[in-house]
Antibody, heavy 116, light 108 residues
């Protein structure tokens, strides 16, 4: 069955960087769009970024453009989110999710706390 | 960008009752791109419905979805104890995804 496991969250100071990983199994990784979705205390569920199929095409929510980079490594079926210039309002649980028009499988999430 | 609102914010009902949740889009959208999720405390969201009215794998048939244009509805015909949770709608369009703020269904 589909299994998505996030890692890499933690406490980080404003302005610093963090990289999240999502290990995928149980399906053909490059046949699906993969996403990062976050859940924050202030704004609820927010889609953050998408990596479409082979990773050539990516999309981002406006507030993370230029700061976050989504990528995937098909050699080990892993999705990444490189986050830089982190802000306090980036704090939340970050989920890895699979899908095209909607998200049919989700990981358990990893908590990112941005605080001084 | 399409904005989604959900009503009511909280719905207090008893097991066995019918629940009707509404999701309203800021502009007309295709029903093909409207989905619903259920989230329980401490868990990730779970896909319930997609294409406004198609049940995802494992979704019981007491859940149904309908709507078009700007107004969409998720109906739970008879609430079971495991249905008390938060429900979110979600839209996809122009390579962007948006979520509604959620409706909490709690036990009266």
């Amino acid at each position: 069955q589909v299994h998505l496991v996030e890692s890499g969250g933690g406490l980080v100071q404003p302005g610093r960087s963090l990289r999240l990983s999502c290990s995928a199994s149980g399906f053909t990784f490059n046949a699906y769009g993969m996403h990062w979705v976050r859940q924050t205390p202030g704004k609820g569920l927010e889609w953050v970024a998408a990596s479409w199929y082979d990773g050539t095409n990516t999309n981002y929510m406006e507030s993370v453009k230029g700061r976050f980079t989504i990528s995937r490594d098909k050699s080990n079926d892993t999705l990444y989110l490189q986050m830089s210039s982190l802000r306090v309002d980036d704090t939340g649980v970050y989920y890895c999710a699979r899908g095209g028009r909607h998200f049919d499988n989700w990981g358990h999430g990893t908590l990112v706390t941005v605080s001084s | 960008e399409v904005a989604l609102t959900q009503s009511p914010g909280t719905l207090s009902l008893s097991p066995g009752e019918r629940a009707t949740l509404t999701c309203r889009a800021s502009q007309s959208v295709s029903s093909n791109y409207l989905a619903w999720y259920q989230q329980k405390p401490g868990q990730a969201p779970r896909l319930l419905m997609y294409g406004a009215s198609s049940r995802a794998s494992g979704t019981p048939d007491r859940f149904s979805g309908s709507g078009s244009g700007t107004d969409f509805t998720l109906t739970i015909s008879r609430l079971e104890p495991e249905d008390f949770a938060v429900y979110f709608c979600q839209h996809y369009g122009n390579s962007l995804f948006t979520f509604g703020p959620g409706t909490k269904v709690d036990i009266k």
